[in-house]
């Protein structure tokens, strides 16, 4: 059994990476809201593929690049724990001549939901803590929690090694509970998003939960369902969910 401990980063991300989606302001907020006595209102823990993300995923856009399109296409429907390793190990052989930076390189293609840096920045200056669950790797959800000045974070490692410490659907949840008592937040003011079958564990998790996909999976009757929500109209609902006053007068 893995560690969960190796795959939870609490590091900050790299400051070197470029902004490249104009969310700097987030920055900003971070660094006032770290320097603040007041305490962190809340927790809200975004997915990321087809979450914060729309249309292709993570390791879709890689692919893409790389030709191996049709393939991930495929790879992308897997459900079973044996099947996601197998599909992870195959898309290992595929960087093989590639390194972590030439992957980095490719990020910028994929889409950002509507509204995620303005979304973001609102949870951020209203002290709300904002991470990142994801099954995808984890050197994406470290480049992409940068953009947003997230400091939590949790996603697949792949090693120099060329070892990968797995991260599955139950693991969201499991490290959901783990920050939340790092961070000392109290149950009623945890939030989860998500947006597939692979974030059943999470929402089921978090006290309140949103999902942003077409079709709500069963067993989450307590969801809130936004599909293809803007994230800022998501921020607002969340705010109001958990009895947040704001200084901002949101559009929505």
Known sequence: MH?????VVWRAPRATQPNLFNCRGNKDLVLRNEMSREPIQGLVV???????LRGLT????VAESLGYSSRMRELESV?????????????VHWYEDKSIED???LL????????????IAYLQESRIEVAIASLTWEWAVEWFAQQFNIQYYLG???KPTGEISHVFPQDKAQWLRQLAVKLNIPTQNIVAVGDSQGDVDLLLEATHAFFVGSTVPANLEHVTHLPNANIMLLA???LHKLGVQTLRSSRY
């Open 3 to 7: 560690d969960l401990r190796t795959r």
């Open 46 to 52: 975004f997915d990321l593929d087809g979450t914060l």
């Open 58 to 61: 993570v390791c879709e856009v």
């Open 79 to 91: 459900i079973a724990k044996g099947d996601i390793v197998n599909a992870r190990l195959e898309m």
């Open 103 to 105: 992957l980095l390189c």
């Open 108 to 119: 910028p293609k994929a889409t950002l939901a509507p509204g995620a840096c303005e979304g």
């Open 156 to 158: 697949t490692q792949l």
């Open 236 to 238: 607002d609902r969340i």
